[in-house]
């Protein structure tokens, strides 16, 4: 209950809700139940949180780079990478840039728009993706064929 709390609240208000759920662990299991509960929580959200929050961050970067929606680049990660947020926060904190982690993934992109458009039929918007990604994956073949 502790993790959906203050992942649902909005930034401001997290720390109210984990000061909240804190003393609410302490009053209902007792002092050092209650504070061990409550460390072990923070620590578990705290991860969660800010791995995700590293990987929407690197994400809509490489989104952006390519002029594609945020919601269908990471949408389309998600039907063929489903670990696509861990990877995503791993290469922004291994300090990779945009060009480095959008070569790394995007042929799980183009698979996934391909997922998309199977389960959904032709949209534009899937198509104007594809289209605005051609650029990067000729990219991609000049650099392998230069290496």
Not at 19 to 26: E, L, M, R, T
Not at 46 to 52: D, E, I, L, N, W
Not at 77 to 103: C, D, F, I, K, W
């Amino acid at each position: 209950m502790f993790v959906f709390l203050v992942r649902r609240a909005s930034f401001k208000k997290r720390i109210y809700w984990i000061a909240f759920c804190a003393v609410g662990s302490v009053v209902w299991l007792g002092l050092i139940k209650g504070l061990i509960a409550s460390v072990i929580a923070i620590a578990i959200t705290s991860g969660y949180v800010a791995t995700r929050l590293d990987a929407r961050r690197i994400g809509k970067r490489i989104a952006d780079s390519m002029g594609i929606s945020h919601n269908l680049f990471f949408t389309a990660l998600e039907q063929t990478l489903p670990l696509y947020l861990s990877m995503l926060a791993a290469l922004e904190r291994e300090g990779n840039g945009v060009p480095h982690a959008r070569r790394l993934l995007l042929p799980y992109l183009l698979e996934g728009l391909n997922v998309l458009e199977a389960r959904f039929g032709r949209q534009p918007m899937i198509d104007a993706a594809r289209e605005s990604a051609e650029p990067f994956l000729s990219e991609i073949a000049e650099t392998n064929a230069q290496q």
